[in-house]
């Protein structure tokens, strides 16, 4: 299989979005998206892959836009009859939850993708079948094949865990308490797992590498935390921009200010440009943030300032075509 120009590191929404608005100013066909699966899990007996679903729904133009994931005009009986036996279930047993919820036409998708699994395909083959059968024609890899679980450590107190030590699976902390408790640090067990050959191969052989706007210690920082990944990305340092997820000091989404916080870091963008210098020479932030450009050129890095709000097209469509340019990518 021939290399894709543009590869995009990615997580969940706010990398969708970027990925809809690149394929606005370039052909779909140029583009690789590598997409965490930190966040992935297993319920009611199927394998949930969050980012790799919100990627592909969005770039089918199926996304429920109000709440950024999951299918529009989507509806919830399996949801709404499972809750028929919450009464029944035994202390300690995990069957028929509904915290995590899951619409009846997206089941659809997590089906197929436990069956094909089940017979012996890899998760690579899977989101390249589920791809095409929603017409993406941006190439979607998954980070890893290996189960790269990730972990966030919080006040046992709030959430003792499994073994009553604070350590929670990520979906418990992003949806079960909607991120909205402190997180005292993050535990990647992708540091542990290989990325696929083709994701090596597609940031090897890569053009431009773009950073999306996603948290970079839960989004991103799974996929670097891959055996080899921040090796290929610092060998492809002048040729990668990452594009800040933090306007004005806060996430548009998600938790990944607070994060930063929680973690000592800088929560704006001369704290993401600290975050990512080893790996990207170039970053795009905010208008609102222009006022740390000369903090931010000071590390070695090039800055380009514009509107990073993606919520109008033709706003989306001009970060894509700056994130491109800072990188020296010519457009046609």
């Known amino acids: 299989?021939?290399?894709?120009?543009?590869?995009?590191?990615?997580?969940?929404?706010?990398?969708?979005r970027f990925l809809r608005a690149l394929t606005m100013v370039v052909a779909p066909t140029e583009v690789t998206a590598i997409v965490n699966t930190g966040d992935d899990t297993t319920m009611h007996g199927l394998r949930i892959c969050?980012?790799?679903?919100?990627?592909?729904?969005?770039?089918?133009?199926?996304?429920?836009?109000?709440?950024?994931?999951?299918?529009?005009?989507?509806?919830?009986?399996?949801?709404?009859?499972?809750?028929?036996?919450?009464?029944?279930?035994?202390?300690?047993?995990?069957?028929?939850?509904?915290?995590?919820?899951?619409?009846?036409?997206?089941?659809?998708?997590?089906?197929?993708?436990?069956?094909?699994?089940?017979?012996?395909?890899?998760?690579?083959?899977?989101?390249?079948?589920?791809?095409?059968?929603?017409?993406?024609?941006?190439?979607?890899?998954?980070?890893?094949?290996?189960?790269?679980p990730t972990t966030v450590l919080v006040d046992p107190a709030i959430d003792a865990g499994p073994a009553g030590d604070g350590r929670i699976a990520f979906q418990d902390y992003f949806v079960r308490h909607h991120h909205s408790i402190p997180v005292r640090s993050v535990d990647l067990a992708a540091r542990h797992a290989t990325p696929t050959q083709e994701v090596q191969r597609a940031l090897s052989q890569a053009q431009v590498i773009v950073v999306a706007p996603s948290n970079p210690f839960v989004s991103i920082g799974p996929i670097r935390a891959l055996q080899g990944i921040d090796d290929l990305l610092s060998a492809a340092h002048d040729r990668t921009v990452a594009i800040s997820p933090i306007i004005g000091g806060?996430?548009?989404?998600?938790?990944?200010?607070?994060?930063?916080?929680?973690?000592?870091?800088?929560?704006?963008?001369?704290?993401?440009?600290?975050?990512?210098?080893?790996?990207?020479?170039?970053?795009?932030?905010?208008?609102?943030?222009?006022?740390?450009?000369?903090?931010?050129?000071?590390?070695?890095?090039?800055?380009?300032?514009?509107?990073?709000?993606?919520?109008?097209?033709?706003?989306?469509?001009?970060?894509?075509?700056?994130?491109?340019?800072?990188?020296?990518y010519q457009l046609d």
């Open 50 to 148: 969050p980012d790799l679903d919100t990627v592909t729904y969005t770039l089918a133009q199926a996304i429920d836009h109000e709440r950024g994931w999951g299918l529009i005009n989507e509806t919830w009986h399996a949801m709404e009859s499972l809750r028929r036996y919450e009464s029944q279930r035994p202390d300690g047993s995990n069957a028929g939850g509904t915290w995590f919820g899951l619409g009846d036409r997206d089941l659809a998708t997590h089906l197929y993708r436990t069956a094909r699994i089940d017979e012996g395909a890899t998760l690579t083959e899977v989101t390249r079948e589920i791809a095409k059968s929603w017409n993406v024609e941006v190439e979607l890899l998954p980070m890893t094949e290996s189960p790269a």
């Open 1 to 16: 299989m021939s290399s894709r120009p543009i590869v995009v590191l990615c997580g969940g929404v706010g990398a969708a």
């Open 250 to 328: 806060e996430a548009l989404k998600g938790p990944a200010a607070d994060m930063m916080r929680s973690f000592g870091v800088r929560a704006d963008a001369l704290g993401i440009a600290e975050h990512y210098q080893r790996i990207a020479r170039h970053i795009v932030i905010d208008d609102i943030d222009r006022h740390l450009s000369d903090h931010i050129a000071a590390l070695g890095l090039s800055v380009s300032v514009t509107n990073t709000l993606m919520a109008d097209p033709n706003v989306a469509a001009r970060l894509a075509s700056a994130t491109l340019n800072a990188a020296g």
